[in-house]
């Protein structure tokens, strides 16, 4: 490949990303006004300033779509976690690191409405191969908040019920429905904290 050839290339992989990232915020504003469910690529085509078609060539579907930005938000999670653990000394990094996921996850409907889009069976799509990169992300960070990274088949899976436990009550957060049970985060949180921090 010539020198010009490579920089075509490479013009066109940034033009490409740019109009990626217009397409995903036009998305994102259309989910805080009218809902991450009822997303159409329709509408996004019309706040991002594009044809429907043009979003065909990026997102195959509202799907794809919708998986994009669980995966951003995912990866919003994931810092956020790593960013607590970080920055708490001692005792109390699952609990700081479970925290700073549920302000998020309450937060966070294309991560709820994703539940939808995943397909039954995993697919090969670039869509989820980006959300389950991002999802293997928030499990590593919170695997390294209790403390010690998860090796063995039944460490691993205490940290996808952690996970598990963290997007349950993330629902029952966001409906009220904690509150109704006589519950606050803070307090299963330290009850999360207390059966899986630094277990060796």
Request: aromatic share 4%.
């Amino acid at each position: 490949m010539s020198l010009t050839e490579t920089h075509r290339s490479e013009r066109r992989s940034r033009e490409r990303a740019v109009t990626r990232a217009a397409i995903l915020n036009a998305a994102r504003r259309v989910a805080a006004r009218d809902g991450a469910r009822d997303l159409s690529l329709r509408g996004v085509a019309a706040e991002a300033g594009y044809a429907p078609a043009a979003l065909y060539g990026y997102f195959r579907n509202k799907d794809e779509l919708l998986m994009a930005l669980a995966a951003e938000d995912l990866g919003q999670v994931a810092r956020a976690m790593r960013d607590a653990v970080h920055n708490t000394d001692g005792e109390g990094r699952l609990a700081a690191a479970a925290s700073a996921a549920l302000r998020i996850l309450q937060t966070a409907e294309p991560i709820a409405a994703a539940q939808g889009a995943l397909p039954s069976t995993a697919g090969t799509s670039e869509a989820e191969r980006v959300f389950n990169g991002r999802l293997i992300a928030v499990l590593t960070a919170l695997s390294d908040a209790t403390g010690h990274r998860a090796e063995s088949r039944d460490e691993q899976a205490d940290v996808v019920l952690m996970a598990s436990a963290l997007a349950g009550l993330a629902l029952l957060v966001r409906s009220g429905r904690l509150s109704a049970l006589g519950f606050s985060s803070d307090e299963v949180l330290r009850r999360l904290d207390a059966r899986f921090a630094n277990r060796a």
